[in-house]
């Protein structure tokens, strides 16, 4: 049960990083000049913006956490 949640949670970082996928093969570096990777595709940017809210919020809550248990410890 564990690894499967485990599993789905890690699914859905690489999902929202896009990281699956990114490294090119079977000579996937063309020759001359190439567009950046986030004009190729403009749904990077909302993945690169849905990561950073993402990572925020898990701050703001460890943050809120820490706060909430000191002031429950005194």
Same mark, same amino acid.
């Given at each position: 049960? %564990?690894?499967?949640?485990?599993?789905?949670?890690?699914?859905?970082?690489? +999902?929202?990083? $896009?990281?699956? &996928?990114?490294? !090119?093969?079977?000579? $996937?570096? !063309?020759? $001359?000049?190439?567009?950046?990777?986030?004009? /190729?595709? !403009? $749904? %990077?940017?909302?993945?690169?913006? /849905?990561? /950073?809210?993402?990572?925020? &919020?898990? =701050?703001?809550?460890? +943050?809120?956490?820490?706060?909430? =248990?000191?002031?429950? +410890? +005194?």
């Amino acid at each position: 049960m %564990t690894l499967l949640v485990l599993d789905a949670v890690l699914d859905a970082v690489l +999902l929202v990083f $896009g990281i699956r &996928g990114h490294i !090119p093969q079977n000579d $996937g570096f !063309p020759n $001359g000049r190439s567009r950046s990777s986030f004009a /190729a595709n !403009p $749904g %990077t940017l909302m993945r690169v913006l /849905a990561a /950073a809210v993402v990572s925020i &919020g898990f =701050l703001v809550l460890a +943050l809120w956490a820490a706060v909430w =248990l000191a002031l429950k +410890l +005194l």
